[in-house]
Nanobody
Framework: VQLQASGGGLVQAGDSLRLSCAASTRTANTVAVGWFRQVPGKEREFVAG????????YYTDSVKGRFAISRDNAKNTFYLQMNSLKADDTALYYC????????????????WGQGTQVTVSS
C-alpha cells in the first residue's frame, strides 16, 4: 500500500488547513489510519487516529477540539482538518496505516506516506 499525503502549507496562527492522504489500494479501507507529526530533533508524535469504518477517533491532548480526523473509504482517502492552528503545530505531518486501532506508537504503524509540511507563523 502506498500513501500520498498532501495539503500542507504556510499559514498564520488561527488559520485552518486540511491535510489529505490518498491510498493506492482499497486495502487501506480495512485498517485504522493515523496522523503523526515530527519536528527536527524530536521524536515523531502521534496526532490522531480513526477506526477502519470511521466509527471512532482519538487524539493527542494538544489537538483535541481543534483537529478532526476523517476518512472517505469510497475515495480511499483520509483527512486531517486542522483549525485554530498554532505555531507549535508546525511540523512535517505523516499519514500511516495500522492493524492495531488505538495505537499511538509509530512502531505499530506499517505503511507510511512521505509527509507534508505544515508551517504556522505567529
Amino acid at each position: 500500500v502506498q500513501l500520498q499525503a498532501s495539503g500542507g502549507g504556510l499559514v498564520q496562527a488561527g488559520d485552518s488547513l486540511r491535510l489529505s492522504c490518498a491510498a493506492s489500494t482499497r486495502t487501506a479501507n480495512t485498517v485504522a489510519v493515523g496522523w503523526f507529526r515530527q519536528v527536527p530533533g524530536k521524536e515523531r508524535e502521534f496526532v490522531a487516529g480513526i477506526k477502519w469504518n470511521g466509527a471512532s477517533t482519538y487524539y493527542t491532548d494538544s489537538v483535541k477540539g481543534r483537529f478532526a480526523i476523517s476518512r472517505d473509504n469510497a475515495k480511499n482517502t483520509f483527512y486531517l482538518q486542522m483549525n485554530s492552528l498554532k505555531a507549535d503545530d508546525t511540523a512535517l505531518y505523516y499519514c500511516a496505516l495500522t492493524f492495531r486501532y488505538g495505537s499511538r506508537r509509530q512502531e505499530e504503524y506499517r505503511f507510511w506516506g512521505q509527509g507534508t509540511q505544515v508551517t504556522v507563523s505567529s
